[in-house]
């Protein structure tokens, strides 16, 4: 299991993984429409896996600004999650989703894309659960 610890100093690990072809299902049509359908479905897939919580789109700001590029071709979805609450201490931990996008299958998650997740806002972004 991958374990991190965040810039903010929560330590979180990915729960579960779903990695698909970044274009499958596509056919035709431009690479800037495809890369903004594909950005604007990926939150409503990770939500089909993991639930009605918080999405991050790793580097999102980057791929939408440049939606004629292709995109990596791997398309990761992860749960990470958190032993710790981050706004109500009755709850037992934290989880927040998210997608990433890697040239290969393997590694589940590129240095790359490593130095972007420790960044995020964990307190800002995570919900608390509880079992």
């Not at 990695?19 to 089909?48: C, P, W």
Request: negative net charge; hydrophobic residues 45%; contains cysteine.
């Amino acid at each position: 299991m991958l374990s991190l610890r965040l810039n903010s100093g929560f330590i979180v690990q990915l729960r579960g993984v779903v990695q698909t072809e970044t274009y499958m299902n596509y056919f035709e049509g431009s690479v800037g429409v495809i890369n903004a359908h594909l950005l604007d479905r990926i939150e409503k897939e990770a939500k089909r896996y993991w639930g009605e919580g918080p999405v991050v789109i790793l580097n999102e700001a980057f791929f939408r600004a440049t939606l004629s590029r292709r995109i990596p071709m791997v398309c990761c979805i992860g749960l990470f999650e958190c032993g710790s609450p981050v706004k109500n201490m009755d709850m037992m931990g934290s989880g927040l989703s998210v997608c990433w996008f890697e040239d290969a299958i393997e590694p589940h998650l590129s240095e790359e894309n490593e130095k972007l997740l420790v960044d995020i806002d964990w307190r800002l972004l995570a919900r608390d659960f509880d079992f």
